[in-house]
């Protein structure tokens, strides 16, 4: 059986990973996509089940032999009898959703949720914006905006199209979503109910890993250190009262469906 994790940068898809494959018989693979193949870290086009093309995948790929290879190994891989599970986890995949379930057979997914606000502060604390990922060049290219260019803007106006897109895939196809919030308070309680979902007994290492990440930290950008307070009250400290009145009104609708606090 093969599983995914979808959600936001900077929202605990690694952490999610990290954990699940504490379990004996997974197997995962980080970011197949966004970061192992360049036209999809570079790529944020739209694409639906119809654009799937019988010999490239998509015509966009045709020239891409081997990037096509990648993708029908990754499958193979991914739906091979042994170990009992494997998974991958993906970010800011959302816009090719209903392509990618068509090329890759994925039995079951997961929506990793984490307070949009908290989601903002972390991709500016990290300077992620202006990285490979250019959140002002998407914007222009792949969403027509043409809005203020404050940082904080610039980062909530594109995280909120992504976030709405999380959020059709929620109800189109019914996915679980898991909020990285409720990892951090009651760990046993989601991961039980996630492994559940993905149809595996939960693993002691799995427990432990959630237990111990929250001790301490390693100082680099991807540490599996996850603190009540890094994770849920940070951006409270660090975006000025200005910024959060401009991120909660950019993200009013996303706040309200996943219950988070104004």
Known sequence: MSFLLLGNQRSGTNYVLDMINQHPEIETINEPFSMHLDFFRMDEEKWTADDVDP??????????????????????????????????????????????????????????????????????????????????????????????????????????????????????????FLKLENLIDNPEGEIENLMSYLEMAVSPSQISFCTNTGKETRDYTYSNFRSRTDVVDQWKKMLTPKEVEDINTIFRNEISYFSYEV
């Open 55 to 176: 010999q490239y995948l998509h015509q966009k790929l045709r020239m891409l032999s081997q990037t096509q290879k990648y993708i029908t190994d990754l499958n193979l891989w991914l739906n091979a009898p042994y170990p009992l599970l494997r998974g991958f986890k993906e970010t800011a995949l959302f816009e090719k959703f209903d392509w990618l379930q068509s090329v890759v057979h994925i039995d079951k997914t997961v929506l990793i949720i984490r307070d949009p606000r908290a989601i903002v502060n972390s991709v500016m604390k990290r300077n992620m914006q202006h990285s490979f990922w250019n959140y002002k060049q998407r914007l222009s290219d792949y969403w027509g905006y043409s809005g203020s260019m404050e940082e904080h803007i610039v980062c909530a106006e594109l995280i909120s199209r992504r976030m709405k897109l999380l959020i059709n895939i929620h109800e189109n196809y019914g996915y679980p």
